[in-house]
């Protein structure tokens, strides 16, 4: 039986489209203060923003989360 009304759309695809769905699923988990922080951002305004995370060692959640977040955006 064929599939009628089917819309295939171009999806992007890659390692930065990878990196840019991590960096959305760290933010789920992220402390309620830095994802409020980077709430409502368009995608490539969100990925310039963690691109330019402070830089810090990882001894708290927080920071690692923060540490991850720069490193998949600056993959993206």
Do not use: K, W, Y
Not at 23 to 29: E, G, K, P, S
Not at 40 to 68: F, K, M, Q
């Amino acid at each position: 039986m064929p599939l009628r009304g089917v819309v295939v759309r171009d999806v992007p695809q890659g390692p930065g489209v990878d990196s840019f769905n991590q960096l959305r699923a760290i933010l789920v988990h992220a402390d309620p203060q830095l994802r409020e922080s980077l709430a409502g951002l368009g995608p490539a305004t969100l990925i310039r923003r963690c691109a330019d995370l402070p830089e810090s060692e990882a001894d708290d959640i927080h920071t690692a989360a923060t540490g991850v977040l720069r490193t998949l955006a600056r993959l993206a």
